[in-house]
């Protein structure tokens, strides 16, 4: 690993002045940009990361809500025997178990049986903690009243963020960045030059999980009430991909593009059109698919390619006359 | 903003049109806003009893001339937004409304998990927060943390010990045995009511000869209800919700399950409970009931139908519309729109509902029925936390057709 260069330093200051200015939100916006705020805040540590091992690897994983739910449920159960922050820390380090314990098992699958794998994965544990609440407690609700508001659950959230885009970032430079750029591109050939894949991704898999958990644990307090269906909610897993998929992963910045048109694209459809957000998901399902295969970031990068190439073209011309 | 542009145009093209056709009445309206789902898992049971009473209570106040504030009349209008039976879209949507709508009151959102998710923004803003589908025994501990909210539809001990007392009228009077076939739904609402149902059950002094539980998401009901019959019961309870309070009464027809008491959870007070089972519904007892012999009620039902063009269900419905109710009362009883002198008057107000005569006692209804039945075409009421609710005699279930 070397030491960041001078225009890696600009974009961490960079990148510092938007988190403070963000964080300023609560004092200046109203309640509703706030909440508006902390959902774009919540995506964008979900979807960074999740392309932190999904970017990478081209594993699609369906498994965000597993590790989310698994979080919200920590905050839910230890909220009486636990500071908060320790709380976080134990969720993320649940999450982080799950993760290592399918990632051993399943990582050697690939393809659409990863995918259909790890949908299964947020029903499966869905079901086995309402089985053992059904079982062993007396309901299946857990209450978390904590004194947070909003904008604690803000500036939690940009603390993580800013912890997710450093630890995607010194990944990115590391050994196992490299590593995982080669099994992405080709897993055989990563096998033969002595790359231990299934310890790579399953390591990747971890930390990425262990951030998702964390988020789950930072938002319970916002939903007050903790029961599987919220906390295991599916839809968080696919919209996740959506916005990923919509940001680019090639970036680490990427999903960050994806997320916040997005999330202010739902939220005006929820107000305008309320009967039709699943034709909207569905929608910009094709959309990225058909028009933007790499994202808004690899468009970005094509948009350079050629303006590069009109250049060459325009000075070549230049030359000739 | 965008939003705001638009809100402004559409105002300023009003106030255009209002003074174009010269009417010197320029209204001044209400604001209520409404956050609830119109799609997701609880966009079917909204439907049926939080929408259509919200929209029969603005039409019937609007058509009155509007809520009287401090003698003049002003027009409600509401602002609706969707939550798609999602914690962050509810919560985001009150904020919309308290802020950038900047709503003058809210109505409270459907379900029991969104309602307490919603709670401490709605509280923060200071809003009135008469919650109705929101069935939990933790409502006095809710009461006291948010003194803003008040609740309507009861509580799961109750709901399940008033099931246990109208099985054992039947069985005391003879008409039933002593053998309960016991099941509910795994999730939250289900547990709660099983973990009330069966001390009561036992305590009762009855025998339970079978219990499951079943995952939310089963569609096939033929192995519950085989094995029930199998552990030949007398009654059959499930604490039921909407999908398999369907699949449940559907299957027990086709195996013809020999009980002389069904009970059945959420949805058996739906019209649609009747429309799907036809005559095999008579007789089956379920969580709800409204006082069906009160003209006021059979008013309201006929309103209802010729408001929105659809039966009420007899049991939750009633009560939204009586929380509006009691919002309006206690608007014109202030005289203003301040939220607080509005909360301080439902505290300590008496209010007519359709639902009868309410005072809150510590920001909860305490007397609500509990259990009713199909006879002959109608959800009746035959079980009720107070002796005060009139309540007609349960019958015994026979046969399914």
């Known amino acids: ?321 | 903003m965008k939003r705001r542009n638009l809100l402004k145009t559409i105002t300023a093209a009003t106030l255009a049109s209002a003074v174009l056709a010269g009417g010197a009445y320029a209204q001044e309206t209400i604001t209520f806003g409404a956050s609830a789902p119109k799609t997701g898992p609880l966009a079917g049971g909204a439907a049926v009893t939080h929408w259509p009473a919200i929209q029969l209570w603005v039409n019937d106040v609007n058509e009155r001339g509007g809520i009287d504030v401090g003698g003049t009349k002003m027009l409600v209008e509401v602002i609706e937004y969707d939550d798609a039976t999602n914690n962050e879209n509810a919560i985001r949507n009150i904020q919309r409304l308290a802020t950038v709508d900047e709503v003058d009151f809210l109505i409270a959102p459907y379900g029991t998990g969104i309602n307490l998710a919603t709670a401490p923004i709605i509280a923060q803003y200071g809003y009135p927060h008469l919650a109705v589908t929101a069935v939990t025994d933790g409502v006095d501990e809710f009461a006291e943390r948010w003194p803003n909210t008040f609740w309507t539809l009861g509580t799961s001990r109750d709901t399940a010990s008033n099931a246990v007392d109208v099985l054992a009228g039947l069985r005391d009077s003879g008409a039933i045995g002593n053998r309960v076939a016991l099941v509910n739904v795994a999730d939250a609402f289900g547990i709660e009511l099983a973990n009330a149902g069966k001390p009561a059950l036992e305590e009762a002094g009855f025998e339970i000869v079978y219990e499951t539980s079943y995952p939310p998401t089963t569609q096939d009901f033929a192995p519950i209800i085989s094995a029930a019959a199998a552990a030949d019961p007398d009654a059959f309870v499930a604490f039921s919700y909407p999908p398999d309070t369907f699949g449940l009464t559907a299957q027990a027809t086709i195996a013809n399950l020999d009980v002389g008491a069904f009970y059945t959870g959420v949805a058996t007070a739906f019209p649609g409970y009747l429309g799907a089972n036809g005559a095999a519904a008579q007789g089956v007892l379920g969580i709800g009931g409204v006082n069906i012999n009160d003209p006021g009620m059979v008013d309201y039902i006929a309103h209802h139908e010729e408001v929105t063009g659809a039966t009420p269900d007899y049991w939750a419905n009633p009560v939204v519309y009586s929380t509006l109710q009691v919002m309006e009362q206690a608007i014109t009883q202030v005289g203003s729109l301040d939220r607080q002198a509005v909360i301080d008057a439902i505290h300590n107000g008496t209010f007519d509902t359709v639902m009868g005569e309410w005072t809150f006692d510590g920001n909860i209804i305490r007397d609500y029925y509990t259990v009713g039945q199909w006879q002959d075409g109608k959800f009746v009421a035959v079980g009720a936390t107070s002796p005060d609710l009139p309540v007609s005699e349960a019958v015994v279930k026979e046969g399914w057709e």
């Open chain 1, 1 to 321: 690993m070397s030491l960041p260069t001078t225009r890696e330093w600009q974009i961490a200051v960079g990148g510092l002045i938007v988190l403070i200015g963000v964080a300023l939100v609560p004092f200046f916006g109203s309640g509703y940009v706030l909440s508006l705020t902390v959902n774009i805040a919540m995506y964008t540590v979900l979807c960074t990361a999740w392309a932190m091992f999904s970017g990478p690897t081209h594993y699609i994983s369906l498994a965000t809500a597993a590790f989310f739910g698994i979080g919200t449920y920590a905050v839910g159960l230890g909220l009486e025997t636990l500071p908060f922050p320790v709380l976080v820390l134990v969720a993320g380090a649940c999450a982080a178990a799950l993760a290592a314990v399918v990632g051993i098992a399943t990582l050697r699958l690939s393809g659409v049986y990863f995918v259909i794998f790890t949908l299964g994965l947020a029903e499966l544990v869905k079901q086995v903690v309402t089985w053992w609440q059904t079982n062993f407690t007396t309901s299946v609700g857990l209450y978390v009243f904590t004194d947070f508001r909003e904008q604690h659950i803000l500036w939690m959230l940009l603390g993580l963020a800013a912890l997710v885009f450093i630890t995607s970032w010194a990944i990115s430079r590391s050994k196992l960045g490299f590593a995982m750029r080669i099994i992405g591109n080709d897993e055989t050939v990563a096998k033969h030059v002595g790359i231990d894949t299934a310890r790579a991704k399953v390591l990747l898999f971890v930390i990425s999980g262990a951030f998702i958990g964390m988020v789950g644990a930072i938002l319970a307090p916002r939903f007050a009430y903790v029961e599987p269906p919220s906390a295991f909610n599916t839809m968080i897993s696919f919209q996740v991909v959506i916005m990923a998929l919509l940001g680019g992963t090639n970036r680490i910045w990427g999903p960050l593009v994806g997320v916040i048109p997005f999330t202010i694209l739902m939220d005006q459809m929820t107000a305008y059109f309320p009967n039709h957000t699943p034709i909207v998901i569905g929608l910009a399902f094709l959309a990225i698919v058909y028009v933007l295969p790499h994202g808004v970031t690899g468009l970005m990068a094509d948009l350079g390619k050629l303006r590069k190439r009109f250049k060459l073209v325009a000075a070549n011309a230049g030359e000739g006359a």
